[in-house]
């Protein structure tokens, strides 16, 4: 007896040996006492345990073997490893640069304090393009699609004043700048996005533009822009045009109102109004991002279709 309950207390039951040997009842009885079939006797036809077999053995001492208990869990440690905080990780620390540091600042001040509203337009420039092909062949300064649209929305803002306004914090009011439209241009430097202002650009001809925009932004990229040539201005446009984005949204740059993204030109299929013929149109998307406090909904609009109606008649920019 002793060497059965030796057995009893040093083995797992299986359940497949508990089915091949044993009656239902015994194997119920075998199951919820955590026994072995082998530690009892059958009394059953061929040897097969049955439920007696199985209380007998147990009130003659056979002791039910303890139920298992579960592996003990490894308290859990949620500090990183060293192995998990540098495995797969490979990378250099960069200190941000005073202008960086300035820029972000900035945009985290512009998207937490300033209600953003987006609108976008798409805008047929095929005879923009021809305008410009025909201005840079026969003149000295080549005309970018950039500096149509800065003589475009300068023009525009002057149409529809609202758009060319900024956002008073310290008294809570709108301030309108109805004189000047100053157009703050977006260039790409190492240390970040900066926005050189074209001042009066509704007076300025298209070559003049172009020759201001590319000092301009020359000296922004060598960092020899003086503070009023990127501090100011009334309206702002970023370009990704020539990286072949389609559309996109921008920031506003505060205290102005409004800033305008500009996609790329793409060939789109089009109908005419008076044919019915299919057509195709170079078309570019611009979206305009406005203070919502400044710039009400149809004002929105009201620039945007002004500034459609200058870029799809090109040479009223001249």
Same mark, same amino acid.
């Given at each position: ?25 015994? /194997? ?127 023009? #525009? ?13 310290? /008294? ?46 020359? /000296? ?23 990286? !072949? ?52 909904? !149809?004002? #929105? ?18």
């Amino acid at each position: 007896m002793a060497s059965s309950v030796l057995r009893c207390l040093n083995r797992q039951p299986s359940f497949s040996t508990y089915r091949s040997f044993s009656s239902a009842a015994a /194997r119920a009885v075998l199951l919820r006492h955590h026994l072995p079939l082998d530690s009892v006797s059958g009394t059953g036809k061929h040897g097969i345990v049955l439920k007696g077999d199985v209380l007998q053995f147990i009130a003659k001492g056979g002791k039910a073997q303890p139920k298992p208990e579960a592996a003990k869990k490894a308290p859990v440690n949620n500090a990183p490893t060293k192995s998990s905080q540098t495995a797969g990780a490979s990378y250099d620390e960069i200190a941000n640069s005073n202008v960086r540091k300035v820029i972000a600042k900035r945009l985290t001040l512009s998207k937490s304090t300033v209600p953003h509203g987006y609108m976008t337009a798409d805008i047929k420039i095929d005879k923009l393009l021809a305008l410009r092909t025909t201005i840079n062949a026969n003149g000295k300064v080549k005309v970018s699609v950039n500096d149509f649209l800065i003589k475009g929305s300068a023009l #525009a803002l002057l149409s529809v004043p609202e758009v060319n306004s900024s956002w008073d914090v310290k /008294r809570e009011e709108i301030v309108e700048n109805r004189n000047n439209a100053d157009i703050s241009v977006a260039v790409a430097t190492e240390g970040g996005l900066i926005t050189p202002i074209v001042k009066s650009a509704q007076y300025k001809a298209l070559p003049d533009i172009a020759t201001e925009v590319q000092e301009l932004a020359k /000296r922004a990229r060598e960092n020899k822009l003086k503070p009023e040539e990127f501090q100011g201005g009334t309206f702002s446009i970023s370009n990704l045009g020539m990286f !072949h984005i389609d559309a996109f949204s921008a920031v506003i740059n505060p205290p102005q109102g409004a800033i305008l993204a500009v996609g790329t030109g793409k060939p789109t299929p089009f109908i005419h109004e008076l044919t019915g013929e299919l057509g195709l149109s170079t078309v570019m998307t611009v979206t305009l991002s406005y203070d919502t406090r400044v710039i009400q909904e !149809h004002s #929105a609009a009201q620039f945007l279709d002004q500034l459609s109606t200058y870029l799809s008649h090109p040479h009223s920019l001249l």
